[in-house]
């Protein structure tokens, strides 16, 4: 489920480059993720180190989660690999 537009604020690599320290600010102190956009696409979003922590503890549990499922085959696999070889929709 993707966030609530009303909670994201877009900037361009430009701007989140001219205005860095109000972007960080956004992302610490509004409660609001950034995506930034090159060439109008989004390329990349920043979230609090909060924000951040709370997912990766919540992968690391369905990952563990996932390895009881699928057992001894995959035991060997990185969480990183597995991400990596999804492709979205």
Known sequence: ML??????HFYTIAEAKANLSKVISVVNNDDHDVII???GLPSVAL???EKYVKIQKFLDSVYELYLMDAGTDVAD???KDILDST???
């Open 47 to 49: 979230l609090s180190y």
């Open 37 to 39: 956009t090159k060439n």
């Open 77 to 79: 696999s990185e969480l």
């Open 87 to 89: 492709e979205e929709d």
């Open 3 to 8: 966030p609530k537009l009303e909670k994201l």
